[in-house]
T-cell receptor
Framework: DGGITQSPKYLFRKEGQNVTLSCEQN?????MYWYRQDPGQGLRLIYY???????QKGDIAEGYSVSREKKESFPLTVTSAQKNPTAFYLC?????????????FGEGSRLTVL | AQSVAQPEDQVNVAEGNPLTVKCTYS??????LFWYVQYPNRGLQFLLK??????LVKGSYGFEAEFNKSQTSFHLKKPSALVSDSALYFC????????????FGAGTRLFVKA
């Protein structure tokens, strides 16, 4: 079945460690996104990519990094510079260049800093 | 800047009664509006969208939404609520000014009581 796979579903990190969240899609979508979800704050955009080897910062990019070496993959690294990384992280994809396309989401990764 | 507002943090309704979850938007140009639903510890699922045409849009699971240009609203509705409709609902708008980003409201939690 086509879809978006995020891993791991749960992740624990000690302060000062970098962690990488995986996001893979087989929908042949050009655009991919990373959102952070905190209680009561909705979804906030971290990074997005409309095409391979290109990505842009979203509204809360500080302390995060991404890469887009393959169309199917858009991993997110939460670095030690991110001051409050405990959150639920959601990856999504859509057909780039089309304003009307909806987002398809993965099941999310919950990161907890110990 | 494009934005959406969901004025209610929570909506309570009895099973079998009609439900409405409110959303207002602010955009420059034509609005591209979406509703998504999220169940606990899951990713978001697309419900419906308004692009153009009829003001009443029908979507998944019996939901519909009414687009009102003069009131800049896009309220989500269902004629008869089910307990299984209890979830977190997000209204969203596609940002046409910058990279096809999707901007989300803060979310409204719907409780349907049996």
């Amino acid at each position: 079945d086509g879809g978006i796979t995020q891993s791991p579903k749960y992740l624990f990190r000690k302060e000062g460690q970098n962690v990488t969240l995986s996001c893979e899609q087989n929908l042949n979508h050009d655009a991919m996104y990373w959102y952070r979800q905190d209680p009561g704050q909705g979804l906030r955009l971290i990074y997005y990519s409309q095409i391979v080897n290109d990505f842009q910062k979203g509204d809360i990019a500080e302390g995060y990094s991404v890469s887009r070496e393959k169309k199917e993959s858009f991993p997110l690294t939460v670095t030690s510079a991110q001051k409050n990384p405990t959150a639920f992280y959601l990856c999504a994809s859509s057909t780039a260049g089309i304003l009307t396309g909806e987002l398809f989401f993965g099941e999310g990764s919950r990161l907890t800093v110990l | 800047a494009q934005s959406v507002a969901q004025p209610e943090d929570q909506v309570n309704v009895a099973e079998g009664n009609p439900l409405t979850v409110k959303c207002t938007y602010s955009v420059s140009g034509n609005p591209y509006l979406f509703w998504y639903v999220q169940y606990p510890n899951r990713g978001l699922q697309f419900l419906l969208k308004y692009i153009t045409g009829d003001n009443l849009v029908k979507g998944s699971y019996g939901f519909e939404a009414e687009f009102n240009k003069s009131q800049t609203s896009f309220h989500l509705k269902k004629p008869s609520a089910l307990v299984s409709d209890s979830a977190l609902y997000f209204c969203a708008v596609r940002d046409m000014t910058e990279g096809f980003k999707t901007i989300f409201g803060a979310g409204t939690r719907l409780f349907v009581k049996a």
